[in-house]
């Protein structure tokens, strides 16, 4: 099966070292530079082994987002290929020989929206862009390189970022607590987000295992210590309890929404 | 003796933190909101000692740098500001009856430009910015929250960045050389431009000493501890080595150039 995740936010923000890190990858791309005249969205298709599952795992990237001295169009190539992939779905799904099954499902299952990690608030940017996206795909907010935030200033930071997302009506993604199974996890997980994540292509040895890591003078951020940022639960929620879920609303909400709106015209 | 420095970075980046930490002040500034519609300069004014020494320490701040979607005004504030200073200088020279003596002057001797730590390359807004005022105020650059980043990233990242300025020909302050109880500190001191700087309004203790540090709960970033940043060169550079070349800089050179242009038009 596939998963398309799309990672947005502005260039060195740290969205290819987190897909890497997410996905055990070493995607080995060209760091962007700043001076591009507008959005790309660049694809990046790998086959992979989550827990003995083959999934087929496709990372679209925001290449120049937020880097324009205007950013008034920034949101709009996301949403033209978010729309894009709706509509390739829709005109196979209105063929009368189709092939649902064999067809490439290119549709974004999940938007991680990277939060420069200011500890004040949410940039306009962010505001405009997570408005035109909440109703599109599943947005899913986190703060980039947390490691420039302690602890105090995280927590305050958190429920600053919250308050901006309801004050502003962006409807992110909520871990779905119908099913009891997950309910309990989900409902707990709910009331961490924004999660706070680091990312690492370099590996340390801590003890004697090689851990995920970034080392500074002053000391070395695990990735996967829970005591050091949210990375393990970020991962935790979208590739092993929500995956379905994630691949689910994106087909029967965003979808249903996009095909409802493209047929009454 | 009076001291005008010039903060000039997006909102969160650690300006007044850096202030704070440099002048040794509590400025007890509200933090800046995300969403202001333009660039206003608001600036405080301190009675300090500094080695005995009583200064008038002016920062002025620009708040609302780089926050709006559309940034292409963002330098516009900032030139007029130092304009203006100039400009009520010029109406003093010009003056019959002067008292240049008392003369409250408002010239900006410094401009700490704050370049956000992506460890990538500079923003389009930073080269716009820094080329518009390298002709009108000293302009010092410096990787902000240096704790974000590795040794081996900022050193990739100093190089990049003094590529780039070098390419766009943007001229930034060099600690002077001429003089020989100095020149050998400020050669070697320009070769580690731009300063990577941590700043920090709490204190935590080492050892038995209360030092300014940001705790993390994988290690203490300890902000005059050089090897772990900059923050120690930078303030040795601008409040005790070079303060009088700033001064001195500001009014023959700078002032010059906009008194020339002003009086020929
Ligand atoms: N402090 C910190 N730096 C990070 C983190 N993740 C990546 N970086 C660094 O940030 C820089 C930009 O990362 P990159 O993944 O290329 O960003 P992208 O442009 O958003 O894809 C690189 O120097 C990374 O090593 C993180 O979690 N914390
Ligand atoms: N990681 C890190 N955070 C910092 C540093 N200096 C300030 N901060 C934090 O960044 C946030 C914004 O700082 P502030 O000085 O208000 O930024 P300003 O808007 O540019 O004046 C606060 O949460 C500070 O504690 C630094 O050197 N490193």
Redesign the pocket.
Known sequence: FCFNILCVGETGIGKSTMMDTLFNTNFDSTPSSHDLQDVKLKSHTYDLRESNVRMKLNCVDTVGFGDQINKEDSWKAIVEYIDTQFDAYLQEELKIKRSIHNYQDRRLHACLYFIAP???SLKAIDLVTMKKLDSKVNVIPVIAKAD??TKT?LHKFKTKIMQELVTNGIKIYQFPTDDETVAETNTAMNGVLPFAIVGSNDEVKIGNKMVKARQYPWGTVQVENENHCDFVKLREMIIRTNMEDLRETTHKRHYELYRRHKLEE
């Open positions: 200011t500890g004040h420039t935030i200033e």
